[in-house]
């Protein structure tokens, strides 16, 4: 499929109906192709989808671009993109773009205004909530979809310059569990692998990931690999990926846990560890070991829903296997155990010594194009650099890198995504900020959380569409320029740091997130604190030294250029004291992984074994509601809530245009639901119409739906992780039935 499209894209103009004409010219009374722009130059960027980080060609006509291709020599995609990718510049050309500010009339209609009347109304409506309740009244919410440059400049300039103390991003839904696991486990939020790990294993796990269709690009990395690697996946669902594995476990949902434990046991039990790394790296081993004694292989049968052989063969893979790597997921971040089940595949990694080496590793996947550089750079969860807002030495340094007062850094933590949901709930916050991210569609429990966001005061949505979900609830909306009409960087999963350029103009007056956050700045009448904030890049030279001495430390990249030059760099990339010295470590090697020293970043240098009791689901199935819920992604071609990918006519070819289900043919039986049938699908909080898809992929008991259609988060259940405050999306109990039979 990716190299059919390659071909049927490589040379059109980005744009539906040049390529309609490309495609079958007589249809439209054309006897020969139309003549076509060619490119006159070539620029480089990063993909602004997926977290993979693919390096495109953009082809330029007078400084525009007019067509793409995947980058042949980039370390990342090796030539290849997904569906999305190809079609990144098509969805920008949509008559749903936000084009000028809108603001909410006495008649609740939004209707344009100029860009002044949208910043002093911001303004003035903040500060005026901010002076009748305090400060912390206001919050914000961003996302792993913006550079590293604006998201850095949306935290700076909400909690420092605009006295916001509360704010979170789309990256708590996403990818909160990973980074918890990892801070507590290591001591820093740092997966240490490089793609190349891909094609250097042996054995590959793949736990609660589907990359064949989220990540197909790291998929294709798999399939190089040329040390035929045994594939174990770990899903509840046949899926694309699970099809292509030599083992399939079909975990019953959320019972990873378990069967973690009760892997660790036969691994302990037949000494099938590697002591030595164990005894010279990591600490609480030995209360790991007595804690998963209690994981006998009938428990552990009994709470994954795996047959004792699959267990044994499981482990013995595992043990045999000279470069084992775990990648993990939603199907893990997403739940109420989501930080213990990642602390559980760091402890595989970590008691069979696959870590720090190639092909090994416990690697999280990232979702966003940004969601790595979000960790560091957001300002949210933890102040700048990977610091703590609670520190006075962190907030000193920050203070002074950017040369600002410490007293204007708050010295408490954000709330996290759902506590700002019910601070609003609560009546503590009145007004919101929701920038680049679809919160009525994609958060969790929709009916509830729409009631919610009609409480505020105030809301703000900036966003590059009019008409998301969220924008139509908006007070006040503010357009943004999208991936490809604007500056910055984006880091990628194994932490590779690359650019994007400006390569289209924004329609109407939509500006980058950049500039809209300047004009901000300046009605606010804080802008003397960004003074040195004057382009993208400038702030990336000071997102450098927030990064010194930290593990995340890029001081040794001096500028875009470089970046571009050395093919991306992933971090860390120190100063070495000269830039030839840097330069030359970078061509010895593109390809980094963490931990080669068996070094982690608590203080004595060593990991530790975290694990927990595991819980039951939290939403179990009854009489009324038999079937458990699985959410996640659908297709290649669609993005989240589609606000982007639903404007590219070939991606619109590429997935069913009516939401569906994937439900076992023997349950649909029970039901007499037959294949294509609407049926209305119903949580205790809701219910939707979808098509029936009768599939053996998913397990009689289970169904499956896409969170790609709006009405998905209707039947979803508020239930948190109580470390990393991550929504539990993947399971809750519905009932389905047949339109017209109820
Ligand atoms: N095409 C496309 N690609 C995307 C995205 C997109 O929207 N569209 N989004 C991007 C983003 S932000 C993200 S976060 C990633 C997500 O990438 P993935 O996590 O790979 O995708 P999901 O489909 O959400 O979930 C993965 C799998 O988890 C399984 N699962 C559910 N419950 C459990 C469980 O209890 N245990 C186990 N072991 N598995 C379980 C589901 O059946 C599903 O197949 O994709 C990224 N890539
Ligand atoms: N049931 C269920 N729900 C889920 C999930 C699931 O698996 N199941 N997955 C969760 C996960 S992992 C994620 S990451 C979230 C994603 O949830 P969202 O973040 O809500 O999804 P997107 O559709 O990517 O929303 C991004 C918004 O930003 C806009 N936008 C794009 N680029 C720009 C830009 O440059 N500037 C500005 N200002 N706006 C821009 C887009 O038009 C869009 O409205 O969904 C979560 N929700
Ligand atoms: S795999 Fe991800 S980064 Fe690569 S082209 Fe597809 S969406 Fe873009
Ligand atoms: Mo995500």
Same mark, same amino acid.
């Given at each position: 499929?990716?190299?059919?499209?390659?071909?049927?894209? +490589?040379?059109?103009?980005?744009?539906?109906?040049?390529?309609?004409?490309?495609?079958?010219? *007589?249809?439209?009374?054309?006897?020969? =192709?139309?003549?076509?722009?060619?490119?006159?130059?070539?620029?480089?960027?990063?993909?602004?989808?997926?977290?993979? *980080?693919? *390096? +495109?060609?953009?082809? +330029? #006509?007078?400084?525009?671009?007019?067509?793409?291709?995947? $980058?042949?020599?980039?370390?990342?995609?090796?030539?290849?993109?997904?569906?999305?990718?190809?079609?990144?510049?098509?969805? =920008?050309?949509?008559?749903? $773009?936000?084009?000028?500010?809108?603001?909410?009339?006495?008649?609740? #209609?939004?209707?344009? @205004?100029? &860009?002044?009347?949208?910043?002093?109304?911001?303004?003035?409506?903040?500060?005026?909530?901010?002076? #009748?309740?305090?400060?912390?009244?206001?919050?914000?919410?961003?996302?792993?979809?913006?550079?590293?440059?604006?998201?850095?400049?949306? *935290?700076?300039?909400? #909690?420092?310059?605009?006295?916001?103390?509360?704010?979170?991003?789309?990256?708590?839904?996403?990818?909160?569990?990973? @980074?918890?696991?990892?801070?507590?486990?290591?001591?820093?939020?740092?997966p240490g692998y490089t793609y190349q790990d891909y094609e250097e294993s042996d054995v590959i796990v793949f736990i609660g990931a589907n990359p064949c269709i989220a990540h197909p690009i790291m998929w294709e990395r798999v399939t190089r690999n040329r040390n035929n690697p045994t594939i174990v996946v770990i899903d509840p669902r046949l899926t694309e990926t699970a099809m292509q594995a030599d083992l399939h476990l079909q975990i019953r949902p959320k019972g990873d846990l378990s069967l973690f434990y009760g892997i660790s046991r036969l691994l302990i039990e037949n000494d099938w560890i590697d002591r030595d790394f164990i005894d010279s790296h990591t600490n609480q081993f030995e209360n790991y070991q007595r804690f998963v004694q209690d994981f006998s292989l009938q428990r552990t049968v009994e709470e994954s829903g795996l047959t004792p052989q699959l267990l044994k063969d499981v482990t013995r893979i595992i043990a045999g296997g000279e470069a084992v790597s775990f990648y993990w997921t939603m199907g893990v971040n997403q739940s109420?155990?989501?930080?213990?089940?990642?602390?559980?595949?760091?402890?595989?990694? +970590?008691?069979?010594?696959?870590?720090?080496?190639?092909?090994?590793?416990?690697?999280?996947?990232?979702?966003?194009?940004?969601?790595?550089?979000?960790?560091?750079f957001s300002n949210t969860t933890s102040l700048f650099g990977g610091r703590d807002f609670t520190k006075k030495e962190d907030r000193q340094e920050v203070a002074d890198i950017l040369a600002i007062d410490e007293g204007d850094i708050p010295s408490v933590n954000s709330w996290p995504y759902h506590k700002i949901m019910d601070g609003i709930l609560g009546g503590k916050i009145k007004g919101l900020w929701v920038i680049c991210t679809n919160s009525v569609h994609s958060w969790i429990n929709q009916n509830q959380s729409r009631d919610i966001l009609e409480r505020l005061d105030f809301l703000v949505v900036q966003d590059m569409y009019h008409n998301t979900e969220t924008a139509k609830m908006a007070d006040l909306v503010l357009p943004a320029a999208g991936w490809g009409e604007k500056q910055g960087t984006f880091i990628n999963s194994e932490r590779r740091i690359n650019t994007i350029k400006k390569v289209a103009k924004a329609p109407g007056q939509a500006l980058s997130d950049f500039s809209?956050?300047? =004009?901000?700045?300046?009605? &606010?009448?804080?802008?003397?604190?960004? $003074?040195? &904030?004057?382009?993208?890049?400038?702030?990336?030279?000071?997102?450098k030294r927030l990064t010194k001495g930290q593990p995340c430390d890029i001081t040794g990249i001096e500028d875009y250029n470089m970046l571009d030059e050395m093919g991306g760099v992933q971090w860390p990339c120190p100063d070495l004291g000269s830039s030839y010295a840097?330069?030359?470590?970078?061509?010895?090697?593109?390809?980094?992984?963490?931990?080669?020293?068996?070094?982690?970043?608590?203080?004595?240098?060593?990991?530790?074994?975290?694990?927990?009791?595991? $819980?039951?689901?939290?939403?179990?199935?009854?009489?009324?509601?038999?079937?458990?819920?699985?959410?996640?992604?659908?297709?290649?071609?669609?993005?989240?809530?589609?606000?982007r990918t639903k404007n590219s006519a070939v991606l619109r070819k590429l997935y069913p245009s009516d939401p569906f289900v994937e439900i076992n043919p023997a349950d649909a039986k029970k039901r007499e639901i037959s294949m294509n049938d609407w049926v209305f699908v119903k949580s205790q909080r809701g219910k939707m119409k979808a098509t029936a898809f009768l599939t053996h992929s998913v397990q009689p008991g289970q169904v499956f739906i896409p969170m790609h259609y709006k009405q998905t988060n209707n039947l979803t259940d508020a239930v948190f992780d109580p470390d990393s405050h991550q929504p539990s999306f993947k399971a809750c109990a519905v009932t389905i039935f047949r339109v017209g039979t109820y």
């Amino acid at each position: 499929m990716i190299s059919d499209l390659a071909k049927n894209l +490589l040379h059109c103009k980005q744009g539906p109906l040049t390529r309609e004409l490309l495609r079958s010219p *007589g249809r439209f009374g054309l006897g020969q =192709l139309p003549v076509r722009k060619q490119p006159d130059a070539v620029t480089t960027t990063t993909c602004g989808f997926c977290g993979t *980080g693919c *390096g +495109l060609n953009i082809h +330029l #006509k007078d400084g525009e671009a007019i067509s793409l291709s995947p $980058r042949t020599e980039y370390p990342v995609n090796l030539g290849m993109a997904c569906p999305k990718g190809w079609e990144a510049l098509a969805v =920008l050309d949509s008559g749903d $773009r936000a084009t000028t500010p809108l603001l909410r009339d006495q008649a609740g #209609k939004l209707i344009p @205004v100029d &860009w002044e009347t949208a910043a002093t109304t911001f303004v003035d409506r903040f500060k005026s909530i901010q002076k #009748k309740y305090g400060n912390d009244s206001v919050a914000f919410l961003g996302s792993g979809q913006l550079p590293n440059e604006e998201v850095a400049f949306l *935290g700076a300039l909400a #909690k420092f310059g605009m006295g916001f103390v509360h704010g979170d991003g789309n990256t708590r839904q996403c990818m909160a569990s990973a @980074v918890t696991a990892y801070k507590q486990s290591f001591g820093f939020d740092a997966p240490g692998y490089t793609y190349q790990d891909y094609e250097e294993s042996d054995v590959i796990v793949f736990i609660g990931a589907n990359p064949c269709i989220a990540h197909p690009i790291m998929w294709e990395r798999v399939t190089r690999n040329r040390n035929n690697p045994t594939i174990v996946v770990i899903d509840p669902r046949l899926t694309e990926t699970a099809m292509q594995a030599d083992l399939h476990l079909q975990i019953r949902p959320k019972g990873d846990l378990s069967l973690f434990y009760g892997i660790s046991r036969l691994l302990i039990e037949n000494d099938w560890i590697d002591r030595d790394f164990i005894d010279s790296h990591t600490n609480q081993f030995e209360n790991y070991q007595r804690f998963v004694q209690d994981f006998s292989l009938q428990r552990t049968v009994e709470e994954s829903g795996l047959t004792p052989q699959l267990l044994k063969d499981v482990t013995r893979i595992i043990a045999g296997g000279e470069a084992v790597s775990f990648y993990w997921t939603m199907g893990v971040n997403q739940s109420y155990q989501g930080t213990r089940t990642a602390q559980a595949i760091i402890n595989l990694a +970590l008691m069979t010594g696959n870590i720090g080496k190639p092909g090994t590793g416990p690697n999280s996947i990232t979702g966003q194009c940004n969601a790595m550089g979000s960790r560091l750079f957001s300002n949210t969860t933890s102040l700048f650099g990977g610091r703590d807002f609670t520190k006075k030495e962190d907030r000193q340094e920050v203070a002074d890198i950017l040369a600002i007062d410490e007293g204007d850094i708050p010295s408490v933590n954000s709330w996290p995504y759902h506590k700002i949901m019910d601070g609003i709930l609560g009546g503590k916050i009145k007004g919101l900020w929701v920038i680049c991210t679809n919160s009525v569609h994609s958060w969790i429990n929709q009916n509830q959380s729409r009631d919610i966001l009609e409480r505020l005061d105030f809301l703000v949505v900036q966003d590059m569409y009019h008409n998301t979900e969220t924008a139509k609830m908006a007070d006040l909306v503010l357009p943004a320029a999208g991936w490809g009409e604007k500056q910055g960087t984006f880091i990628n999963s194994e932490r590779r740091i690359n650019t994007i350029k400006k390569v289209a103009k924004a329609p109407g007056q939509a500006l980058s997130d950049f500039s809209i956050f300047k =004009l901000l700045a300046h009605y &606010w009448g804080c802008e003397e604190m960004f $003074r040195q &904030w004057t382009t993208p890049e400038s702030v990336f030279q000071i997102l450098k030294r927030l990064t010194k001495g930290q593990p995340c430390d890029i001081t040794g990249i001096e500028d875009y250029n470089m970046l571009d030059e050395m093919g991306g760099v992933q971090w860390p990339c120190p100063d070495l004291g000269s830039s030839y010295a840097v330069r030359d470590r970078l061509l010895e090697s593109n390809q980094r992984r963490l931990y080669e020293d068996g070094r982690f970043y608590h203080s004595d240098g060593r990991a530790k074994f975290l694990f927990e009791e595991p $819980r039951p689901l939290s939403e179990p199935t009854s009489e009324k509601y038999p079937f458990i819920l699985l959410t996640g992604r659908g297709t290649a071609a669609q993005w989240h809530t589609q606000t982007r990918t639903k404007n590219s006519a070939v991606l619109r070819k590429l997935y069913p245009s009516d939401p569906f289900v994937e439900i076992n043919p023997a349950d649909a039986k029970k039901r007499e639901i037959s294949m294509n049938d609407w049926v209305f699908v119903k949580s205790q909080r809701g219910k939707m119409k979808a098509t029936a898809f009768l599939t053996h992929s998913v397990q009689p008991g289970q169904v499956f739906i896409p969170m790609h259609y709006k009405q998905t988060n209707n039947l979803t259940d508020a239930v948190f992780d109580p470390d990393s405050h991550q929504p539990s999306f993947k399971a809750c109990a519905v009932t389905i039935f047949r339109v017209g039979t109820y």
